[in-house]
């Protein structure tokens, strides 16, 4: 474990990025010092799995508001401000943005499920209960608005409470704590996790009421998530149609899209232990993704949208 990380981060002492509820955890390295510097892009990956790709191609990178949690919560790293690897971190993120544009990918999007999260407040888990949110919000457009707004049009969020050997870290936490605040980030698009939601509509009204028509020059489509990646069930295509055209009386239909939900493996050492096996995990992928396609499709001839 470790052998993949920077020169300067340490595989023991830092702190949890999350605690699930079936009880397994994951853990952050620690940062020993500065400058902060990527050891590998997201363009590194793309640009071999790109070679095998017949349709356009999205690439996920970490968000700086995550890798933020690498400085110790309460502590100075000796010799290097907290301010200063946060300017090399969001240097470092723009460059991973970017490379993975020039690498091919049409769109790319933020992984910040730590959002939900930071207004949790568990006792085992101290940044949860830090009040971090304004500043991930704040960190995450220092690097949106490096971009012009053509470019943000193509640059998303990813949002969810986790999906981690089919458990969450989060999902106990009311989306109003996070919604109101994500929609300040200047992103041209973002995908949520909606379909393991067991109140769907006060969030779609949420999602309506709070994403912008301009955000500092771009339109925010708003992708819901349509299939659960946690639970083997096949949502059928009509299912999926069902919820769009559902969500589409508190979404402008013209800004409404279809995603999934977070897990089908997202640390890639998944056992989906509620699917009995990875391989068959995969099969399974493979139909929800379809019938997603397939669903959308069919509530956009409803919508009479494209």
């Known amino acids: 474990a470790g052998t993949g990380l920077a020169p300067n981060l340490a595989g023991t002492g830092g702190q949890y990025f999350a605690i699930f509820a079936d009880g397994h955890h ?4 620690r940062l020993t010092g500065g400058p902060f510097k990527y050891k590998t892009f997201a363009a590194d990956t793309l640009a071999k799995s790109i070679k095998f790709a017949t349709k356009p191609m999205k690439q ?14 309460n502590e100075e790293v000796p010799g290097y401000a907290r301010a200063q690897f946060e ?6 993120c723009e460059k ?26 568990d006792p085992r888990n101290p940044w949860t209960g830090a009040g971090m949110l304004p500043h991930f919000i704040e960190l995450n457009n220092r690097v949106l608005d490096r971009f012009t ?9 990813h949002t969810c409470p986790g999906g981690d050997r089919d458990s969450v870290h989060s999902a106990d936490v009311p989306y109003s704590d996070l919604l109101p605040s994500m929609f300040r980030m200047n992103a041209g698009y973002f995908l949520m996790q909606l379909a393991s939601e067991r109140d769907r509509d006060p969030v779609y009204k ?26 083997p069930r096949v949502e059928s295509a009509q299912e999926i149609c069902d919820a769009l055209v559902r969500a ?16 089908f493996s ?33 509530a956009a001839e409803k919508l009479g949208v494209r």
Not at 87 to 92: G, K, Q, R, V
Not at 96 to 121: C, H, K, N, P, Q
Not at 215 to 229: D, F, K, L
Not at 267 to 286: Q, T
Request: charged fraction near 25%; glycine fraction near 8%; aromatic fraction near 6%.
């Open 206 to 231: 949420m999602v309506g009421e709070h994403s912008r028509e301009d955000a500092n020059g771009v339109s925010q489509m708003c992708y819901i998530g349509v299939t659960n990646p946690q639970n």
């Open 96 to 121: 991973d943005i970017r490379g993975a544009f020039r690498a091919g990918a049409v769109r790319v999007s933020m992984d910040f499920t730590e959002g939900r999260l930071a207004t949790r407040a």
């Open 87 to 92: 300017e090399d971190l969001c240097n470092e």
């Open 248 to 263: 589409a009386n508190f979404i402008p239909k013209e800004r409404l899209g279809a995603t999934d939900d977070c897990g």
């Open 149 to 157: 707004p053509e470019e943000r049009s193509r640059i998303g969020i």
């Open 60 to 73: 996920a990178v970490i968000a700086p508001s995550m890798l933020a949690l690498l400085y110790p919560l």
């Open 266 to 298: 997202p640390f890639s050492i998944d056992e989906k232990p509620n699917h009995g096996s990875p391989d068959y995990a995969r099969d399974v992928a493979f139909q929800k993704i379809k019938n997603r396609v397939d669903g959308a499709r069919m």
């Open 26 to 29: 994951r853990q952050l390295p």
